[in-house]
Structure formats: C-alpha cells, structure tokens
C-alpha cells in the first residue's frame, strides 16, 4: 500500500528487480563485479507526516521491519507528544542471496549459472558475451550449448570453404544456424582472431561470406533480344538463368541492355537488334557488379513510375552511372491516367542520381503533387507503347 511518496516494501522489491532486468546483477556472476551491499532509496514521512499521521506511520514502519532479505536501518525520532520512536533510516540489500530472494530469481540465476559453467569449459572467451548480453543467453537457454558447438566446430576450421549445410554436427542443421545468425555473428566476432573474419561483409544475408562459408551463388536471369547473339543453337525463346560469376564471364557483344522488374514485361519484351534484357531483383544490384562488359553497353532501366522505382534507379546508378531510365518519364504517366494506382509506403529519402527531368517528377510523386502516393506499375503501360518507345531508342 503506498501512503504519499513513503517508499513500500513492493518499491524496494522493484528497485531490486531493475538490477536483474538491467542485466546488471546476472553479468555480475560472470564478471565477479561486487554489487552488494546495495543501498535502496527509501523515502520517508516527513516530520510533520509523522506528528500528524502516527498511526499510518507505525503501520508502514512494521511493514518494512517485517521484510526478508532486506535490512532497514533506524534512526531515533523524537516528539514532544509520542517521545522516542525508532524509525526506517536506510534500506539495504546485503548479499547476491538475499538480492535473488527478495525477486524470486533464484532459480534464473541457477540457470544462468549453468550457462557459465558450460562456457568456461567449452569457449571461455564467449564469456565476454555472456557478461553483456545474459538476458539474451537466458532466452537462448536450451539452445546455448549447440551455438557453442558451432563456434567451436568454425575454429577448428580455419578455411571452412563448405556450405553450412555440411557442417557435421549432431541436432545441427542450417535451418538452425540461420536463425540464429545474429547471435552467432556476435560470438564469432568476439571467439575467432581478426584475421579469420572477412571484414567486408556484414549483416545477416552475409553471415556466410563474413565467417569463410560459401554462399548460394547469385543469379541473374536474362534473354538474348536479338537472334544473331543467341547463345543457344535452338530458335525458341531462351531464358536463360546464370550464376554472376558465369554471367560476368559472358561472351557477348550486345550494345544495349534493358532491365526489368517485372517479369512478364521481361518474357514479353520485344526482340531488339543488339540487346538483352535482364529480370530485375529489386534493390540488389551488387550481382552485376562483376559484370565489367555491362560498362560498355547502354543500360536502360524500367521500373514503376513510383517513388521506389526512382530509388532503385538511383541504386542502380551508384553501380553504373551510365544508366538511363525508360518508360520513367512524366509523358508516360500521364498517359496511363486511367492505370494509375496507390503506393503502399513511399520513400522520401534524397536522391541524388537522378537527372533534372527524373528529379522533378520523383518531387512531385513523393510530395503528393499530382496524387496521394501515386504510383504506375509497368506492367500497366500499354505494350503498343512500350514497341514505339523501343522502336524511337535503339
């Protein structure tokens, strides 16, 4: 029961409930940091509060004396009409015992105790881990002892070399590694020596790169437009799906390369004299980087008139500044009023990429000037457009 600010025996419990879910107090198990005694913040009744409200005052004192795990020290308070009363000066927690008694966290302790026992034994460096994130090791609890086992196996492989498929180890599968990436990078980072890390990579969707494991290759899709380049005998629509590495390695002397977004615009694009078309992967351009003959074509790309659609360009430009936009224009918007439709969540972040005429019409759709988030999907632009827009550029 709180009586004014007078601090309960439920406050002091809730002071010592922040050492544990700060982490502060199970990191001490690991580190051995000394945090009791720890002294509470108590407030007491005023003078007045005392004189004026005796008997609330003597109820409250009794419900804290009468606290376990907690020592309350006193103090002698002296009033003309009550005399001498021994009153609640400070609050302390003496001991880690008491402290987990008063929150009821012994048994979490235990369990977190556990953790570091199997830690020293098996990887005594992750420990630094444990000391920074318990919570998170607690939460990881039935699963701590097969990451170890995964750390362990990477540094008794220096060049794993392997897909994490083919890691060998018992109730391990690459299902549970990916789920567990995050924390894994995390111990990795601290357990494995600098020069076993490929610092380059970075994030989730490049654990695998980052630790020395191999990846699924990226792939790009693409059809040869013109049938003087096919690069199949058979005259049927080729399309043709490529690791990057074998893609960057193409031999082919087209001058023109269209990239799409959608992919019946991709199986329906025209044939057209020198070029290719490639299906498009949204934001993820860095798989045509190694692709140095794309340097020497002219790159058109097609996206939604929409302000994604601009930010893409503008990625795509980051990699090759050469790029130039098509069906992007405000011509084509306007003449597809009646296809118009709504983009869920725009972007509006700056984009400095764009030429003057992309600029202003990006301005336009991210500050709502023609439409409430307006958007034109390519694949709502009429073909008998797209044939003479293609018939007026190459």
């Given amino acids: 029961m709180t009586r004014g600010n007078w601090t309960t025996p439920a406050d002091l419990r809730a002071q010592a409930l922040k050492l544990w879910d700060r982490g502060e107090l199970p990191a001490s198990l690991v580190t051995g940091a000394p945090l009791f005694p720890k002294r509470l913040t108590l407030k007491c009744p005023t003078s007045a509060e005392m004189a004026s409200r005796f008997d609330e005052v003597r109820s409250w004192i009794g419900e804290l004396r009468m606290m376990s795990h907690c020592r309350v020290e006193m103090r002698e308070f002296k009033h003309r009409v009550f005399g001498a009363n021994a009153v609640p000066h400070e609050a302390w927690i003496d001991t880690l015992e008491d402290a987990l ?22 990887q005594p460096l992750a420990l630094a881990w444990l000391a920074k994130r318990p919570m998170r090791a607690l939460e990881l609890g039935d699963d701590w002892s097969l990451l170890l086992e995964i750390v362990a196996w990477r540094l008794a492989h220096p060049c794993p070399g392997v897909y994490l498929r083919q890691i060998d180890i018992p109730c391990v599968h690459s299902k549970f590694i990916e789920a567990h990436r995050g924390v894994l990078s995390e111990l990795l980072d601290i357990v494995l020596p600098l020069e076993a890390i490929d610092q380059t990579a970075s994030g989730a969707s490049q654990f695998a790169k980052r630790y020395g494991f191999r990846d699924k290759p990226m792939r790009i899709r693409f059809r040869v437009l013109d049938p003087e380049h096919s690069l199949l005998a058979e005259p049927l629509l080729q399309d043709i799906t490529l690791d990057a590495e074998s893609f960057a390695r193409l031999d082919t002397d087209v001058t023109h390369v269209f990239i799409t977004e959608n992919e019946i615009n991709f199986l329906a694009f025209p044939q057209v004299k020198n070029s290719l078309v490639i299906f498009g992967a949204g934001y993820g351009f860095e798989m045509l980087s190694k692709a140095k003959w794309l340097s020497r074509c002219r790159i058109h790309y097609w996206g939604d008139i929409d302000t ?32 118009w439709g709504e983009e869920e969540k725009q972007t509006l972040r700056d984009l400095p990429r764009l030429n003057p005429d992309e600029m202003a019409l990006y301005d336009d759709l991210r500050d709502n000037r023609i439409g409430e988030n307006l958007r034109l999907e390519q694949e709502r632009i009429g073909f008998g457009w797209v044939e003479s827009a293609l018939s007026a550029l190459v």
């Fill in 308 to 339: 994604h659609g601009f930010a893409i360009l503008d990625q795509l430009r980051s990699r090759f500044d050469h790029v130039r936009s098509f069906l992007m224009d405000r011509a084509t918007l306007l003449a597809f009023e009646s296809q």
């Fill in 101 to 122: 008694a008063l929150i009821g966290k012994r048994r979490d302790a235990a369990r977190f105790t556990a953790l570091i026992d199997l830690t020293c034994e098996k």
